[in-house]
C-alpha cells in the first residue's frame, strides 16, 4: 500500500504564479490580500485556509483538476467531482452535447477532452475523416494527431503549413497554461511530424481548414470552440465542443447538398 506524496501547497501555488507570470505583488493585489501573507504562504512559513486555496487558484485560472491537487497538497478534500460521462450524474450534460452537436448539423462538429481525444461527434464529422488509416481512427481517436499524421487528414489539407502552425501555437499555449505533461508530450511528438510550419494568419483573424474533396473541390472551414464556463466538474471543465462552420457560402451549399 503506497500514499500519494503531493508537493507543499504554496511551492504549487508559486509555481503557477509564475506560469501567470505574475509576481507577488501583483498576485495579492488581486486577490485582495497582503504580499507578506502570500509570501508566508509560498514559502511554507504560513497554512493556507481551504477557502484562500481555491480563491487564490480563481485568481491564478487554474483548470477545475489541478485546484484538487491544491486542495490536497493542503491537507483538505477535493472541492470538484471527477465522473465519466457515462454515470448518471452526468445524463444532463450529455443530453446537452446531443442538443449541441445536433444543432450544428450538416455542419460537422465534435466533442474532446482535454487530452485532444474524441469524446463524441456528430453526423457529418465522418466527411472530414474520410481516407484517414484506420490506426488513426482507433479509440481513443486524438484528433490533432489525426489532422497533422501523414496518414491522416494531412494530405488533403490545402493549406497545411498554416493549419500546422495554428495546431501547434494552439497546443503549446496550452500546454503551458495548464502545466499538463500529457499535452506537452503531444506538442513534441505533433511538432516532429513531416511539414512546415507557416504562423501567419489570412486578413488577420482566423486561420481555415481549407479540406480537398475527393471530386477535385475544396472546403473551407473555421473551426470555434464552446467550453461549459460553469462547470463544477472536472469531465465537464474539461470538454470542448469545437465545430467546423462554412467559411464560404460554396462549402455551405456543399454541405447542405450532402446531407440531402
Known sequence: MTTAVHPPVGRLLRDWRQRRRLSQLDLASEAGVSTRHL?????????????????????????LRERNELLLAAGFAPAYGHRDLDHPDMAAVTRALDLVLTAYEPYPALVVDRAWEL???????????????????????????LSLHPEGLAPRIANLPQWRGHVLHRLGREAHLTGDPGLAALHRELSALPGTVDRSTPDGIVVPLRLRTGDGGVLSFVSTVTTFGTAVDVTA?????????????ATAEALRRRAG
Not at 471543465?237 to 457560402?249: G, I
Open 237 to 249: 471543465a474539461e470538454l470542448s465542443v469545437e465545430a467546423f462552420l462554412p467559411a464560404d457560402a
Open 119 to 145: 469524446v463524441m461527434a456528430n453526423a457529418t464529422v465522418p466527411l472530414l475523416v474520410e481516407g484517414a488509416a484506420a490506426h488513426l481512427l482507433e479509440p481513443p481517436v486524438n484528433v490533432l494527431r
Open 39 to 63: 509570501s508566508f504562504v509560498e514559502t511554507g512559513r504560513a497554512r493556507p485556509s481551504r477557502d484562500m486555496v481555491l480563491h487564490l487558484a480563481e485568481q491564478l485560472e487554474v483548470p
